[in-house]
Protein backbone atom coordinates (compact mmCIF):
# COMPACT_ATOMS: atom_id res chain seq x y z
CA UNK A 1 0.00 0.00 0.00
CA UNK A 2 2.63 2.30 1.05
CA UNK A 3 4.25 1.71 -2.43
CA UNK A 4 0.88 3.08 -4.38
CA UNK A 5 1.21 5.80 -2.57
CA UNK A 6 4.75 6.73 -3.24
CA UNK A 7 3.66 6.33 -6.84
CA UNK A 8 1.28 8.42 -6.74
CA UNK A 9 3.04 11.38 -5.49
CA UNK A 10 5.88 11.00 -8.27
CA UNK A 11 2.93 11.08 -10.85
CA UNK A 12 1.29 14.17 -9.45
CA UNK A 13 4.66 16.07 -9.24
CA UNK A 14 5.33 14.64 -13.16
CA UNK A 15 2.26 16.02 -14.13
CA UNK A 16 2.44 19.73 -12.95
CA UNK A 17 6.50 20.03 -14.18
CA UNK A 18 4.64 18.85 -17.86
CA UNK A 19 1.56 21.36 -17.43
CA UNK A 20 3.85 24.23 -16.28
CA UNK A 21 6.15 23.42 -19.11
CA UNK A 22 3.81 23.59 -21.35
CA UNK A 23 2.58 26.79 -19.54
CA UNK A 24 5.92 28.60 -20.28
CA UNK A 25 6.57 27.17 -23.97
CA UNK A 26 2.92 28.59 -25.07
CA UNK A 27 3.96 31.71 -23.21
CA UNK A 28 7.02 32.23 -24.95
CA UNK A 29 6.49 31.01 -28.20
CA UNK A 30 3.85 33.41 -28.97
CA UNK A 31 6.00 36.47 -28.91
CA UNK A 32 4.23 37.96 -31.77
CA UNK A 33 2.15 39.38 -29.34
CA UNK A 34 5.10 40.63 -27.22
CA UNK A 35 5.30 44.48 -27.23
CA UNK A 36 8.94 44.81 -26.75
CA UNK A 37 8.58 43.04 -30.45
CA UNK A 38 5.79 45.05 -31.89
CA UNK A 39 7.92 47.93 -31.08
CA UNK A 40 11.25 46.26 -33.17
CA UNK A 41 8.71 44.48 -35.84
CA UNK A 42 8.78 45.94 -39.43
CA UNK A 43 6.20 46.92 -41.66
CA UNK A 44 3.88 44.32 -42.36
CA UNK A 45 4.20 42.94 -45.79
CA UNK A 46 7.89 44.14 -45.92
CA UNK A 47 9.87 41.18 -46.57
CA UNK A 48 13.73 41.52 -46.12
CA UNK A 49 15.54 39.55 -47.94
CA UNK A 50 19.56 39.12 -47.62
CA UNK A 51 21.59 42.20 -48.84
CA UNK A 52 24.72 42.24 -50.61
CA UNK A 53 24.61 45.74 -51.35
CA UNK A 54 26.71 47.71 -48.97
CA UNK A 55 24.87 50.79 -47.49
CA UNK A 56 26.33 53.09 -44.35
CA UNK A 57 26.11 52.13 -40.81
CA UNK A 58 27.60 50.13 -38.33
CA UNK A 59 28.23 46.10 -39.00
CA UNK A 60 27.24 46.97 -42.85
CA UNK A 61 29.10 44.17 -44.48
CA UNK A 62 29.43 41.91 -41.65
CA UNK A 63 32.15 44.31 -40.06
CA UNK A 64 32.73 44.34 -36.53
CA UNK A 65 30.84 47.07 -34.63
CA UNK A 66 33.82 49.00 -32.21
CA UNK A 67 32.18 50.76 -28.92
CA UNK A 68 33.49 54.19 -28.54
CA UNK A 69 35.62 54.25 -25.07
CA UNK A 70 33.56 56.66 -22.84
CA UNK A 71 31.03 54.02 -23.44
CA UNK A 72 32.94 50.68 -22.75
CA UNK A 73 31.60 50.50 -19.24
CA UNK A 74 27.50 50.85 -20.13
CA UNK A 75 28.35 48.15 -22.81
CA UNK A 76 29.91 45.62 -20.18
CA UNK A 77 26.60 46.23 -17.95
CA UNK A 78 24.37 45.80 -21.11
CA UNK A 79 26.16 42.38 -21.95
CA UNK A 80 25.49 41.01 -18.88
CA UNK A 81 21.78 41.51 -19.93
CA UNK A 82 22.28 38.61 -22.71
CA UNK A 83 25.23 37.66 -22.60
CA UNK A 84 26.04 38.95 -25.76
CA UNK A 85 27.23 42.41 -26.88
CA UNK A 86 23.37 44.17 -26.86
CA UNK A 87 24.80 47.72 -27.39
CA UNK A 88 26.41 46.74 -30.46
CA UNK A 89 23.18 44.62 -31.22
CA UNK A 90 20.90 47.38 -31.05
CA UNK A 91 23.11 50.10 -33.50
CA UNK A 92 22.85 47.69 -36.03
CA UNK A 93 20.53 47.73 -38.70
CA UNK A 94 17.92 45.09 -38.59
CA UNK A 95 18.59 43.96 -42.23
CA UNK A 96 22.12 44.59 -42.33
CA UNK A 97 24.18 43.63 -45.28
CA UNK A 98 26.50 40.97 -45.40
CA UNK A 99 29.32 39.57 -47.64
CA UNK A 100 28.45 36.21 -49.70
CA UNK A 101 30.69 33.76 -48.26
CA UNK A 102 29.93 30.91 -50.12
CA UNK A 103 33.01 29.23 -51.81
CA UNK A 104 33.94 29.94 -54.87
CA UNK A 105 32.26 28.13 -57.69
CA UNK A 106 34.35 25.49 -58.89
CA UNK A 107 34.07 25.97 -62.48
CA UNK A 108 35.93 29.39 -62.33
CA UNK A 109 38.70 27.47 -60.33
CA UNK A 110 38.63 24.76 -62.97
CA UNK A 111 38.77 27.05 -66.04
CA UNK A 112 41.86 29.08 -64.65
CA UNK A 113 43.62 25.86 -65.08
CA UNK A 114 43.32 25.40 -68.61
CA UNK A 115 45.71 26.20 -71.31
CA UNK A 116 43.86 28.52 -73.71
CA UNK A 117 42.04 31.37 -72.12
CA UNK A 118 38.81 30.74 -71.08
CA UNK A 119 36.59 33.33 -69.52
CA UNK A 120 32.89 32.40 -67.25
CA UNK A 121 30.43 35.13 -67.78
CA UNK A 122 26.87 34.66 -66.02
CA UNK A 123 23.55 36.67 -66.95
CA UNK A 124 22.23 38.14 -63.36
CA UNK A 125 18.75 36.92 -64.22
CA UNK A 126 17.12 33.99 -66.67
CA UNK A 127 17.50 35.90 -70.03
CA UNK A 128 16.85 32.62 -72.69
CA UNK A 129 19.33 31.42 -74.87
CA UNK A 130 19.14 34.15 -77.31
CA UNK A 131 20.52 36.71 -75.22
CA UNK A 132 23.11 34.62 -73.70
CA UNK A 133 24.70 34.11 -76.63
CA UNK A 134 24.46 37.51 -78.03
CA UNK A 135 26.11 38.73 -74.36
CA UNK A 136 28.77 35.62 -75.04
CA UNK A 137 29.57 36.99 -79.02
CA UNK A 138 29.65 40.41 -77.58
CA UNK A 139 32.47 39.77 -75.30
CA UNK A 140 34.43 37.32 -77.73
CA UNK A 141 37.39 38.55 -79.39
CA UNK A 142 38.19 35.62 -81.97
CA UNK A 143 37.15 35.69 -85.43
CA UNK A 144 35.14 33.20 -85.47
CA UNK A 145 32.60 32.49 -82.89
CA UNK A 146 31.18 29.07 -81.72
CA UNK A 147 28.18 27.95 -80.49
CA UNK A 148 27.65 24.73 -78.16
CA UNK A 149 25.15 23.93 -75.57
CA UNK A 150 26.29 23.41 -72.09
CA UNK A 151 25.21 19.74 -72.42
CA UNK A 152 28.30 18.95 -75.20
CA UNK A 153 31.65 17.27 -75.41
CA UNK A 154 33.67 17.29 -78.08
CA UNK A 155 35.52 15.13 -79.41
CA UNK A 156 39.27 14.88 -81.69
CA UNK A 157 39.37 17.38 -84.58
CA UNK A 158 36.12 18.66 -84.03
CA UNK A 159 36.92 22.08 -84.64
CA UNK A 160 39.50 22.06 -87.47
CA UNK A 161 36.84 20.97 -90.18
CA UNK A 162 34.45 23.73 -89.14
CA UNK A 163 37.15 26.71 -89.22
CA UNK A 164 38.24 25.26 -92.74
CA UNK A 165 34.98 25.81 -94.18
CA UNK A 166 34.75 29.49 -92.94
CA UNK A 167 38.32 30.09 -94.37
CA UNK A 168 37.35 29.16 -97.53
CA UNK A 169 34.16 31.40 -97.42
CA UNK A 170 33.11 33.57 -94.59
CA UNK A 171 29.68 33.49 -95.27
CA UNK A 172 29.73 29.79 -94.79
CA UNK A 173 27.65 29.14 -91.37
CA UNK A 174 28.81 25.42 -90.40
CA UNK A 175 27.77 22.64 -87.60
CA UNK A 176 29.20 19.56 -87.05
CA UNK A 177 27.81 16.15 -86.75
CA UNK A 178 25.66 16.06 -83.72
CA UNK A 179 26.37 12.63 -82.05
CA UNK A 180 24.42 11.58 -79.29
CA UNK A 181 25.20 11.46 -75.62
CA UNK A 182 22.70 9.06 -73.81
CA UNK A 183 20.32 11.62 -71.19
CA UNK A 184 20.34 7.99 -69.71
CA UNK A 185 23.33 6.36 -69.23
CA UNK A 186 25.65 8.74 -70.88
CA UNK A 187 26.97 6.51 -73.57
CA UNK A 188 28.39 8.03 -76.70
CA UNK A 189 26.83 7.22 -80.13
CA UNK A 190 28.38 8.45 -83.54
CA UNK A 191 25.44 10.91 -85.46
CA UNK A 192 24.67 9.81 -89.06
CA UNK A 193 25.69 11.79 -91.51
CA UNK A 194 22.99 10.70 -94.01
CA UNK A 195 20.68 12.96 -91.96
CA UNK A 196 19.80 16.83 -92.25
CA UNK A 197 17.74 19.55 -90.90
CA UNK A 198 14.17 20.68 -92.07
CA UNK A 199 11.21 21.64 -89.94
CA UNK A 200 7.75 20.01 -90.42
CA UNK A 201 4.34 21.44 -90.75
CA UNK A 202 4.15 23.21 -87.01
CA UNK A 203 7.24 24.80 -87.77
CA UNK A 204 9.16 22.07 -85.03
CA UNK A 205 12.91 21.48 -86.16
CA UNK A 206 13.38 17.61 -87.27
CA UNK A 207 15.99 15.76 -88.80
CA UNK A 208 15.04 13.81 -92.07
CA UNK A 209 17.22 12.08 -94.56
CA UNK A 210 19.65 13.77 -96.61
CA UNK A 211 17.92 13.87 -100.17
CA UNK A 212 19.06 12.30 -103.49
CA UNK A 213 19.92 15.74 -104.82
CA UNK A 214 22.38 16.76 -102.50
CA UNK A 215 24.04 12.99 -102.27
CA UNK A 216 24.48 13.68 -106.53
CA UNK A 217 25.92 17.67 -106.00
CA UNK A 218 28.46 15.60 -103.73
CA UNK A 219 28.78 13.57 -106.55
CA UNK A 220 28.22 10.94 -103.22
CA UNK A 221 31.29 11.95 -101.56
CA UNK A 222 29.97 11.67 -98.00
CA UNK A 223 32.80 13.44 -96.84
CA UNK A 224 31.96 16.64 -98.29
CA UNK A 225 29.60 19.01 -96.56
CA UNK A 226 26.16 18.79 -96.48
CA UNK A 227 24.38 22.07 -97.45
CA UNK A 228 21.47 21.87 -94.54
CA UNK A 229 18.19 23.49 -94.79
CA UNK A 230 17.96 24.67 -91.31
CA UNK A 231 20.28 23.93 -87.48
CA UNK A 232 19.21 22.43 -84.96
CA UNK A 233 20.62 25.35 -82.91
CA UNK A 234 22.47 24.43 -80.04
CA UNK A 235 26.16 23.69 -82.24
CA UNK A 236 27.52 25.88 -84.81
CA UNK A 237 30.14 28.20 -86.06
CA UNK A 238 29.93 31.52 -87.87
CA UNK A 239 32.35 34.62 -88.64
CA UNK A 240 32.31 37.08 -86.16
CA UNK A 241 31.89 40.24 -87.92
CA UNK A 242 29.67 38.24 -90.52
CA UNK A 243 26.93 37.27 -87.63
CA UNK A 244 27.18 40.95 -87.02
CA UNK A 245 26.42 41.59 -90.57
CA UNK A 246 23.75 39.54 -91.22
CA UNK A 247 22.20 40.41 -88.09
CA UNK A 248 23.28 38.31 -84.51
CA UNK A 249 19.71 36.74 -83.35
CA UNK A 250 15.97 38.75 -83.20
CA UNK A 251 16.24 39.87 -79.58
CA UNK A 252 12.96 40.34 -79.56
CA UNK A 253 12.56 36.43 -79.17
CA UNK A 254 12.29 35.25 -75.93
CA UNK A 255 13.73 32.35 -73.56
CA UNK A 256 14.01 29.19 -76.80
CA UNK A 257 12.21 28.27 -79.17
CA UNK A 258 12.50 29.30 -83.14
CA UNK A 259 15.59 31.27 -82.79
CA UNK A 260 16.84 27.94 -84.53
CA UNK A 261 14.93 28.36 -87.81
CA UNK A 262 14.83 32.10 -87.73
CA UNK A 263 18.52 32.29 -88.20
CA UNK A 264 18.58 29.34 -90.62
CA UNK A 265 15.91 31.34 -92.70
CA UNK A 266 18.14 34.20 -92.52
CA UNK A 267 21.35 33.05 -93.69
CA UNK A 268 19.72 31.11 -96.66
CA UNK A 269 17.68 33.86 -97.62
CA UNK A 270 20.32 36.68 -97.00
CA UNK A 271 23.08 35.18 -99.12
CA UNK A 272 24.68 32.80 -97.11
CA UNK A 273 25.32 29.36 -96.95
CA UNK A 274 24.19 26.65 -93.97
CA UNK A 275 26.31 23.33 -94.10
CA UNK A 276 26.71 20.49 -92.00
CA UNK A 277 30.27 19.88 -91.90
CA UNK A 278 30.49 15.76 -91.51
CA UNK A 279 34.35 15.38 -90.60
CA UNK A 280 33.37 17.40 -87.51
CA UNK A 281 31.67 15.69 -84.70
CA UNK A 282 30.27 17.04 -81.42
CA UNK A 283 28.19 15.29 -78.81
CA UNK A 284 25.18 16.41 -77.32
CA UNK A 285 22.30 15.14 -74.83
CA UNK A 286 19.58 14.95 -76.48
CA UNK A 287 16.63 15.19 -73.62
CA UNK A 288 12.49 13.82 -74.50
CA UNK A 289 11.27 17.48 -72.49
CA UNK A 290 12.28 20.36 -71.71
CA UNK A 291 13.67 20.91 -67.61
CA UNK A 292 12.80 24.72 -67.42
CA UNK A 293 9.88 26.90 -66.93
CA UNK A 294 8.65 29.17 -69.19
CA UNK A 295 6.90 32.73 -67.94
CA UNK A 296 3.25 32.87 -69.18
CA UNK A 297 4.30 29.29 -70.35
CA UNK A 298 5.80 27.49 -72.66
CA UNK A 299 3.12 28.14 -75.67
CA UNK A 300 3.02 31.80 -75.34
CA UNK A 301 6.85 31.90 -75.87
CA UNK A 302 7.54 29.44 -78.74
CA UNK A 303 4.26 31.07 -80.07
CA UNK A 304 5.77 34.45 -79.94
CA UNK A 305 9.00 33.38 -81.28
CA UNK A 306 7.42 31.81 -84.35
CA UNK A 307 5.04 34.68 -84.74
CA UNK A 308 7.95 36.80 -85.46
CA UNK A 309 9.71 33.99 -87.42
CA UNK A 310 6.68 33.71 -89.87
CA UNK A 311 5.95 37.52 -89.98
CA UNK A 312 9.06 38.41 -90.79
CA UNK A 313 10.61 35.73 -93.28
CA UNK A 314 8.15 33.32 -94.78
CA UNK A 315 5.76 36.31 -96.98
CA UNK A 316 2.56 34.66 -98.21
CA UNK A 317 3.53 30.71 -96.23
CA UNK A 318 2.89 32.47 -93.22
CA UNK A 319 -0.95 31.76 -93.43
CA UNK A 320 -0.01 28.32 -93.92
CA UNK A 321 1.42 27.78 -90.61
CA UNK A 322 -1.50 30.22 -89.25
CA UNK A 323 -3.96 27.71 -90.38
CA UNK A 324 -1.68 24.09 -89.06
CA UNK A 325 -1.55 26.21 -85.66
CA UNK A 326 -4.03 29.33 -85.27
CA UNK A 327 -3.15 29.81 -81.69
CA UNK A 328 0.31 31.83 -83.06
CA UNK A 329 -2.33 34.53 -84.46
CA UNK A 330 -3.68 35.09 -81.16
CA UNK A 331 -0.32 36.18 -79.43
CA UNK A 332 1.27 39.48 -79.28
CA UNK A 333 4.60 39.34 -81.17
CA UNK A 334 5.93 42.84 -79.90
CA UNK A 335 7.68 45.13 -82.67
CA UNK A 336 9.40 43.52 -86.03
CA UNK A 337 10.03 46.60 -87.78
CA UNK A 338 13.58 46.50 -87.04
CA UNK A 339 14.04 42.98 -88.39
CA UNK A 340 11.87 44.05 -91.48
CA UNK A 341 14.53 46.45 -91.43
CA UNK A 342 17.64 44.61 -91.44
CA UNK A 343 15.85 42.16 -94.22
CA UNK A 344 15.10 45.37 -96.60
CA UNK A 345 18.61 46.42 -95.96
CA UNK A 346 20.37 43.02 -96.83
CA UNK A 347 18.03 42.17 -99.92
CA UNK A 348 17.28 38.79 -98.69
CA UNK A 349 14.95 36.49 -101.31
CA UNK A 350 11.77 35.29 -100.75
CA UNK A 351 10.89 32.20 -98.67
CA UNK A 352 9.61 30.82 -101.93
CA UNK A 353 12.81 30.73 -103.08
CA UNK A 354 14.48 29.37 -99.94
CA UNK A 355 11.32 26.93 -100.56
CA UNK A 356 12.67 26.16 -104.13
CA UNK A 357 16.05 26.05 -103.97
CA UNK A 358 17.52 25.02 -100.41
CA UNK A 359 14.26 22.89 -99.61
CA UNK A 360 12.65 21.53 -102.39
CA UNK A 361 11.67 18.75 -100.64
CA UNK A 362 9.93 20.47 -97.73
CA UNK A 363 7.05 19.01 -95.90
CA UNK A 364 4.88 22.42 -97.09
CA UNK A 365 2.71 21.10 -100.19
CA UNK A 366 3.24 23.24 -102.74
CA UNK A 367 0.19 22.87 -105.13
CA UNK A 368 -3.44 21.72 -102.94
CA UNK A 369 -6.85 22.17 -103.32
CA UNK A 370 -7.66 22.37 -99.65
CA UNK A 371 -5.74 22.63 -96.08
CA UNK A 372 -8.24 22.21 -92.65
CA UNK A 373 -10.28 19.39 -91.39
CA UNK A 374 -11.87 16.94 -92.98
CA UNK A 375 -15.23 16.45 -91.77
CA UNK A 376 -17.82 13.68 -91.82
CA UNK A 377 -21.35 15.01 -92.94
CA UNK A 378 -22.89 12.39 -90.86
CA UNK A 379 -21.44 12.32 -87.81
CA UNK A 380 -19.62 15.52 -87.66
CA UNK A 381 -16.63 14.31 -86.74
CA UNK A 382 -13.25 15.03 -88.25
CA UNK A 383 -9.85 13.48 -89.26
CA UNK A 384 -7.69 13.43 -86.73
CA UNK A 385 -3.69 11.83 -86.72
CA UNK A 386 -4.26 11.48 -83.26
CA UNK A 387 -0.18 12.73 -82.65
CA UNK A 388 -0.03 9.03 -83.98
CA UNK A 389 3.21 7.81 -86.15
CA UNK A 390 3.92 6.70 -89.20
CA UNK A 391 2.79 3.18 -89.51
CA UNK A 392 -0.40 3.53 -87.64
CA UNK A 393 -3.84 4.53 -88.42
CA UNK A 394 -5.65 7.64 -89.16
CA UNK A 395 -7.88 8.83 -86.40
CA UNK A 396 -11.51 10.01 -86.46
CA UNK A 397 -12.48 12.30 -83.45
CA UNK A 398 -15.25 15.48 -82.58
CA UNK A 399 -14.23 18.54 -84.47
CA UNK A 400 -12.03 21.10 -82.36
CA UNK A 401 -11.13 23.77 -85.17
CA UNK A 402 -7.94 24.40 -83.56
CA UNK A 403 -5.82 23.17 -86.60
CA UNK A 404 -2.92 20.77 -85.48
CA UNK A 405 -3.74 17.01 -85.91
CA UNK A 406 -6.72 18.12 -87.57
CA UNK A 407 -5.15 19.98 -90.61
CA UNK A 408 -5.19 17.69 -93.46
CA UNK A 409 -4.14 18.96 -97.31
CA UNK A 410 -5.75 17.64 -100.07
CA UNK A 411 -2.90 18.38 -102.40
CA UNK A 412 -2.69 18.80 -105.98
CA UNK A 413 -1.36 15.32 -106.35
CA UNK A 414 -4.85 13.93 -105.23
CA UNK A 415 -2.78 12.70 -101.65
CA UNK A 416 -4.32 13.34 -98.07
CA UNK A 417 -1.55 14.81 -96.00
CA UNK A 418 -0.79 15.43 -92.91
CA UNK A 419 2.59 16.59 -92.48
CA UNK A 420 5.02 13.93 -94.07
CA UNK A 421 2.33 11.09 -93.79
CA UNK A 422 -0.22 10.27 -96.30
CA UNK A 423 -3.30 8.26 -96.11
CA UNK A 424 -2.98 4.88 -97.43
CA UNK A 425 -4.67 1.77 -97.78
CA UNK A 426 -2.99 -1.09 -99.01
CA UNK A 427 -5.93 -4.00 -98.65
CA UNK A 428 -9.77 -4.20 -99.34
CA UNK A 429 -11.87 -2.82 -96.26
CA UNK A 430 -8.81 -0.90 -94.56
CA UNK A 431 -7.12 -0.11 -92.36
CA UNK A 432 -6.33 3.31 -93.15
CA UNK A 433 -3.22 4.03 -92.38
CA UNK A 434 -0.21 6.76 -92.36
CA UNK A 435 2.34 6.40 -94.51
CA UNK A 436 5.49 8.33 -95.51
CA UNK A 437 4.23 10.22 -98.99
CA UNK A 438 5.89 9.06 -102.07
CA UNK A 439 4.33 10.81 -104.15
CA UNK A 440 3.75 8.22 -106.58
CA UNK A 441 -0.30 7.93 -106.28
CA UNK A 442 -0.55 4.42 -105.75
CA UNK A 443 -2.07 3.29 -102.56
CA UNK A 444 -2.25 7.34 -101.73
CA UNK A 445 -4.16 7.85 -104.69
CA UNK A 446 -7.94 9.70 -103.62
CA UNK A 447 -10.54 11.38 -105.91
CA UNK A 448 -12.36 13.67 -104.20
CA UNK A 449 -15.72 14.31 -105.79
CA UNK A 450 -16.81 17.57 -104.56
CA UNK A 451 -20.55 17.43 -105.66
CA UNK A 452 -21.04 13.34 -104.26
CA UNK A 453 -18.80 14.05 -101.27
CA UNK A 454 -17.39 11.13 -101.64
CA UNK A 455 -12.84 10.39 -100.88
CA UNK A 456 -12.52 7.33 -103.18
CA UNK A 457 -9.64 5.39 -102.57
CA UNK A 458 -8.57 4.90 -105.99
CA UNK A 459 -6.58 1.08 -106.05
CA UNK A 460 -9.75 -0.44 -104.12
CA UNK A 461 -12.62 1.84 -105.48
CA UNK A 462 -13.89 1.75 -101.85
CA UNK A 463 -15.18 4.95 -100.35
CA UNK A 464 -14.30 6.62 -96.80
CA UNK A 465 -16.32 6.27 -94.19
CA UNK A 466 -17.06 6.72 -90.56
CA UNK A 467 -15.81 5.02 -87.97
CA UNK A 468 -17.34 1.63 -87.17
CA UNK A 469 -18.58 0.20 -84.19
CA UNK A 470 -15.71 -1.85 -83.22
CA UNK A 471 -13.06 1.00 -82.90
CA UNK A 472 -15.13 4.68 -82.65
CA UNK A 473 -11.45 6.40 -83.19
CA UNK A 474 -10.70 5.39 -86.57
CA UNK A 475 -12.31 5.98 -90.24
CA UNK A 476 -13.28 3.06 -91.94
CA UNK A 477 -13.06 1.96 -95.64
CA UNK A 478 -15.88 0.62 -97.67
CA UNK A 479 -17.93 -0.23 -100.95
CA UNK A 480 -19.05 3.10 -101.93
CA UNK A 481 -23.26 3.20 -101.34
CA UNK A 482 -23.62 6.84 -101.25
CA UNK A 483 -24.83 6.86 -97.54
CA UNK A 484 -24.14 10.40 -95.69
CA UNK A 485 -21.53 8.31 -94.02
CA UNK A 486 -18.96 8.10 -97.02
CA UNK A 487 -19.91 12.33 -97.14
CA UNK A 488 -16.79 14.75 -96.34
CA UNK A 489 -16.49 18.42 -96.33
CA UNK A 490 -12.80 19.55 -96.69
CA UNK A 491 -12.22 22.88 -95.40
CA UNK A 492 -11.30 25.39 -98.77
CA UNK A 493 -9.47 27.81 -97.03
CA UNK A 494 -9.87 31.44 -97.99
CA UNK A 495 -6.16 30.74 -99.64
CA UNK A 496 -7.20 27.55 -102.31
CA UNK A 497 -3.74 27.40 -103.81
CA UNK A 498 -0.46 29.59 -102.65
CA UNK A 499 0.65 29.27 -106.32
MN1 LIG B 1 20.81 21.33 -76.34
New binding site residues.
Given amino acids: MRKFAYCKVVLATSLIWVLLDMFLLLYFSECNKCDEKKERGLPAGDVLEPVQKPHEGPGEMGKPVVIPKEDQEKMKEMFKINQFNLMASEMIALNRSLPDVRLEGPLESYVKKLKVPVHVIRMEQRSGLIRARLKGAAVSKGQVITFL????ECTVGWLEPLLARIKHDRKTVVCPIIDVISDDTFEYMAGSDMTYGGFNWKLNFRWYPVPQREMDRRKGDRTLPVRTPTM????FSIDRDYFQEIGTYDAGMDIWGGENLEISFRIWQCGGTLEIVTCSHVG????KATPYTFPGGTGQIINKNNRRLAEVWMDEFKNFFYIISPGVTKVDYGDISSRLGLRHKLQCRPFSWYLENIYPDSQIPRHYFSLGEIRNVETNQCLDNMARKENEKVGIFNCHGMGGNQVFSYTANKEIRTDDLCLDVSKLNGPVTMLKCHHLKGNQLWEYDPVKLTLQHVNSNQCLDKATDEDSQVPSIRDCSGSRSQQWLLRNVTLPEIF
Fill in positions: DAHCAGGLHVFR
